[in-house]
């Protein structure tokens, strides 16, 4: 073999290695235009802020729910209770202010008519005995003085008699003074506001939808005490799926709010349309889920990407994608 034949040779192997160590950097380097960046979702976790045992979970992991449909319920054996009972304490409270607006009974009112016209009967024959007493005075020896006293006595009282049946007859009428009345309209809206919190109680223990999604997860399994407050159902709605993305510095002055973007993901074809709705007003290092040969910042400022609902579908939290910035509409 020639000398030319055997430095030929020699120098082969060495620039395929470059040849390969190139092409391999060439196709690692991700586009200027683009940057790296994953999905992300904003759970919704329903939960009750009563706790009970867990009698009927509505739906199962993976299923898709509309905003209203039951998700779970728990048991409501006392806020029953407490419902019932708020009932009868309200129409209860409700006779009794009817029972002050009335006044007295009907027959009560009947009895009180009755004795003032017997006290009317007794004034007039009282009247009449002063008159003939009051003649008998003026004829000598007829009459005594003692006994037109006696006459003008009874006659006061009876006319006192019959004043008082009056205000009777007219109070009973009337019913409970105003004072009364008052008090016994305010105990019915007392008694109304705590059925209602009744009401709300018993809704709490039986949680629907609040929007439609997509149910992540569920928590509890039915038959088992879910604490207060503690979540039992997942949802990931479709209008809280996202995009981070990691910009930096130089190219954020570019990036404004409302923006389109363009969101690529693996196995997808074509792009989802998305639109900036937050830059993050604070510098960070890039997070270790970014990874990125070409982009060699360290300080980087988050850009929030959200979608339509019907875009985001294909979507997953966690997904690694790549955004594109500065596209026309």
């Given amino acids: 073999m020639t000398q030319r034949g055997t430095l030929f040779s020699q120098l082969l192997p060495r620039t395929l290695a470059m040849l390969v160590v190139w092409t391999v950097t060439g196709c690692d380097k991700a586009p200027a ?32 729910v509309n905003a209203g449909d039951p998700l779970f319920t728990l048991e409501q054996a006392s806020e029953i209770a407490a419902k019932d009972e708020a009932e009868r304490k309200l129409s209860q409270a409700r006779a009794n202010l009817e029972d002050r607006r009335k006044g007295k009974r009907p027959s009560e009112i009947a009895s009180l008519r009755a004795q003032l016209k017997q006290a009317q009967a007794a004034l007039q024959l009282s009247l009449r005995e002063v008159a003939r007493q009051e003649g008998l005075a003026e004829v000598p020896g007829a009459a005594v003085e003692l006994e037109v006293d006696r006459a003008r006595s009874v006659r006061d009282q009876n006319q006192q008699r019959v004043s008082q049946l009056e205000a009777d007859l007219h109070t009973a009428i009337l019913g409970s003074r105003t004072d009364q009345v008052a008090a016994a309209e305010a105990e019915v809206r007392a008694k109304e506001a705590a059925l209602t919190k ?63 973007v363009r969101v690529t993901v693996d196995g997808l074809q074509g792009s989802i349309p998305g639109t900036v709705r937050y830059i993050s007003p604070k510098a960070e290092y890039t997070p270790p889920v970014i990874y990125s040969q070409g982009n060699r910042e360290k300080l980087v400022f988050m850009v929030e990407v959200l979608f339509d609902p019907a875009a985001s579908a294909d979507l997953h939290p966690g997904q690694p994608v790549d955004v594109q910035f500065g596209v026309v509409p």
């Avoid at 329903?46 to 509505?58: E, K």
């Fill in 198 to 260: 009744a009401e709300w109680d018993l809704a709490q223990k039986r949680q629907l939808a609040p929007k439609a999604g997509f149910v992540f997860d569920t928590l509890y399994r039915e038959g088992e005490w879910v604490p207060a407050g503690r979540p039992v159902v997942v949802l990931l709605p479709p209008d809280h799926i996202k995009v981070r993305a990691f910009v930096s510095q130089a190219k954020l002055g570019a990036i404004k709010l409302g923006d389109p």
């Fill in 33 to 64: 235009d683009l940057v790296q960046g994953y999905v992300e979702g904003e759970y919704v976790y329903v939960a009750s802020p009563y706790g009970g045992a867990l009698i009927s979970l509505s739906v199962r992991r993976g299923m898709q």
